[in-house]
């Protein structure tokens, strides 16, 4: 089945505490992102990849880092967490750059 | 800066009933437009979208919208809602340039009356 699978898909931390969520899509998609919904904002990119070792920012990169050292798989590190980065984050791919995008299912986190 | 406004936050309508969801964006040229559905808890589906070509575009699970150069808005409808229809939907733009950057509006939240 082709999907884009996000994990974990709850996590509660507390402020300062490193963490990874992954990311991976079995579709052979060149393009993946990136982004966060918060209540009132819809959703906002915060980094987007147009293929291998290939990244760049969204609109709300502070405080965030992503990797993609292979296609499949694009990691979302947050060195630092703050209360501030408390969301709910999606990864998405698309075959390519003006193609639709499809969406995992969501992480949400909570920074305490 | 490009912006994408969905005015209503919030729609409650009766099953049967019929549906419409405003989307204006701002923007120089006409974007790429897509319409999403994000049922409770879930991620998002995509209900359709509009490149170019004929401005009345056919998407799943009954929606359709139609896009309004005159206007800058990409508003989507269904004739005749269904209670699985309760959801929150939200319109984005492509602005085609390097990078795929979908811009969200701020969503609006369909609530189905019995």
């Known amino acids: 089945e082709a999907q884009v699978t996000q994990n974990p898909r709850y996590l509660i931390t507390v402020t300062g505490k490193k963490l990874t969520v992954t990311c991976s899509q079995n579709m052979n998609h060149e393009y993946m992102s990136w982004y966060r919904q918060d209540p009132g904002l819809g959703l906002r990119q915060i980094y987007y990849?147009?293929?291998?070792?290939?990244?760049d920012k969204g609109d709300v990169p502070e405080g965030y880092k992503v990797s993609r050292k292979e296609k499949r798989n694009f990691p979302l590190i947050l060195e630092s967490p703050s209360p501030n980065q408390t969301s709910l984050y999606f990864c998405?791919?698309?075959?390519?750059?003006?193609?639709?995008?499809?969406f995992g299912p969501g992480t949400r986190l909570t920074v305490t | 800066a490009q912006s994408v406004t969905q005015p209503d936050i919030h729609i409650t309508v009766s099953e049967g009933a019929s549906l419409e969801l405003r989307c204006n964006y701002s923007y120089g040229a006409t974007p790429y437009l897509f319409w999403y559905v994000q049922s409770p808890g879930q991620g998002l589906q995509l209900l359709l979208k509009y490149f170019s070509g004929d401005t009345l575009v056919q998407g799943i699970k009954g929606f359709e919208a139609e896009f309004k150069r005159s206007q800058s808005s990409f508003n989507l409808r269904k004739p005749s809602v269904h209670w699985s229809d309760a959801a929150e939907y939200f319109c984005a733009v492509d602005l085609k340039a390097a990078g795929n950057k979908l811009t969200f509006g701020g969503g609006t939240r369909v609530l189905v009356k019995p």
């Open positions: 998405a791919s698309s075959l390519k750059v003006t193609y639709e995008q499809y």
């Open positions: 990849s147009m293929n291998v070792e290939v990244t």
